[in-house]
């Protein structure tokens, strides 16, 4: 099978999974997104097969996760969860369904822009990698202080760079003690599923279970479909308006720059500061929720281009979290031998175009055409229990390939340890990624390790 054939079909296997996984309420992105995109390397896909994989997840995930959003008032994931209160508003008017339609659309938008202008400033940022692969380790070191700092929990997140550095390797040199070699994927695994694993954790304990029980089920009212386009297809620029496509393409190009920054940030901080300057609820709600989810798409998508042209190693949030396997899954691909290393701007192009065609062709006019439907039958027929299940295996497959059960007690170890840092003292996952990454160089400068 050619690789183009290939990178078609894993597009669609991407974009299929990811729309239906984006349906699922508080379907974390690196919990979700790192597994399955480890599962395609480790199975020897071409790289540029695995990149149109992962483009494809991008896209799709981030345009069905407005769908319990918009509908339902539950946040997709994380990113969605700044565009809550302006969801709400519109399910009081009764047209939760025009919130969705402008929030999807505003996602066509956002990654039509910030893929081009991604690769471009990439490119021009590539004239500095020399200067980023010779001082790697300080440079994780310093952007694991600014990002804990920004993290929920600031100062304590900063004070326990490093301690969790000091575990991170101590587990290392455990682990090379009994395998002979170091583990990597089991580390970010860990990380990955820390939070998701924290809510097993929590529910299990007799004194932390008071505070996840609910004492009778939750209600939602989904107002009925109305369809306002003929055909199967709609197309987006018509679903906006004139205002709502400047704003979202003005929002897209400017965040498209700021790889370095919290996508959950930039989203709240361009849908706040374009919303503050428009009259009438209802315009401003539509308004702010096309620019906030043309936002997630250009920061997911700025966010892993940006980086991995330009540098090949994880210097933003996203390539510290749902793109972390783009740049480190030994032992295929390590920060020394990734897709960085082993893609061409052409390659990263075509196939990243070929991602983000296939991915929207799938997911835009599902939700569009069927987000009601899916929707009450994820919540009636879909338990929860299995999916965070499903995940947990995935994982434990991965990391045993990785380790045996060497590789499976690091994981759950970090999990343990970085989910209850998360959910307790706002150690964000990013955070921890960089820790993780800047590890070696802390502990070596520190103790000599």
């Known amino acids: 099978m050619s690789t183009l054939l290939i990178s078609i079909v894993l597009s669609i296997v991407g974009g299929v999974l990811f729309t239906l996984i984006g349906l699922i ?95 471009l400033f990439a490119q021009f940022l590539g004239q500095f990698a020399d200067f980023f692969e010779t001082y790697t380790g300080v440079i994780f070191a310093v952007a694991a202080v600014i990002i804990a700092y920004f993290s929920k929990g600031k100062w304590v997140s900063v004070l326990l760079i490093i301690p969790f550095a000091f575990l991170i390797q101590g587990l290392n040199l455990v682990s090379f003690e009994v395998l002979d070699k170091n583990l990597s994927i089991s580390f970010f695994l860990g990380i990955a599923i820390g939070p998701m694993f924290s809510d097993i954790l929590i529910a299990l304990s007799s004194t932390a279970r008071k505070s996840v029980t609910r004492a009778e089920p ?22 906006l308006t004139g205002l709502q496509k400047v704003a979202g393409s003005i929002a897209a190009f400017i965040t498209s720059f700021t790889f370095t920054f919290s996508p959950t940030g930039m989203t709240a901080l361009m849908g706040e500061l374009i919303g503050s300057k428009i009259k009438g609820t209802y315009k401003k709600a539509t308004t702010t929720l096309s620019v906030m989810n043309g936002v997630t798409e250009s920061t997911y998508i700025a966010e892993t281009l940006i980086p991995l042209i330009a540098f090949g190693l994880p210097l933003s949030p996203m390539a510290l979290g749902p793109a972390a396997a783009l740049f480190n899954a030994p032992p295929v691909f390590s920060v020394d031998h990734n897709l960085h290393h082993l893609m061409s701007m052409g390659d990263f192009f075509v196939y990243g175009l070929i991602g983000l065609i296939v991915g929207a062709f799938i997911a835009y006019p599902f939700i569009m055409n069927f987000s009601r439907k899916a929707t009450v039958f994820i919540m009636k027929c879909i338990s929860q229990e299995a999916i965070i299940g499903m995940f947990i295996g995935i994982v434990c497959v991965i990391a045993y390939y990785e380790g045996q059960v060497t590789g499976l007690l690091v994981t759950f170890t970090i999990a343990t340890v970085g989910g209850l840092l998360n959910r307790i003292l706002g150690v964000g996952s990013g955070a921890q990624f960089m820790i993780y990454y800047g590890s070696s160089w802390m502990m070596a400068v520190l103790i000599g390790l």
């Not at 995109?37 to 994989?53: H, R, W």
């Not at 981030?62 to 565009?83: C, F, K, Q, R, Y």
């Not at 107002?223 to 055909?231: L, Q, V, Y």
């Open 25 to 119: 309420s508080g379907s974390d992105e690196t919990a979700t997104m790192v597994p399955f995109t480890l599962l395609v390397i480790l199975l020897g896909a071409p790289p540029v097969a695995v990149f149109s994989f992962f483009m494809a997840a991008v896209i799709s995930k981030h345009l069905s996760h407005a769908a319990p959003t918009a509908l339902m008032g539950i946040p997709g994931d994380t990113m969605m969860v700044p565009m809550l209160d302006y969801a709400e508003t519109l399910r009081k008017l009764g047209v939760p369904h025009i919130a969705l339609r402008k929030m999807i659309s505003g996602g066509i938008i956002g990654a039509l822009i910030a893929f081009p202008v991604a690769l």
């Open 218 to 239: 939750q209600d939602y009212n989904l107002a009925p479909e109305i369809k306002s386009w003929s055909g199967y297809f709609p197309n987006p620029f018509r679903i």
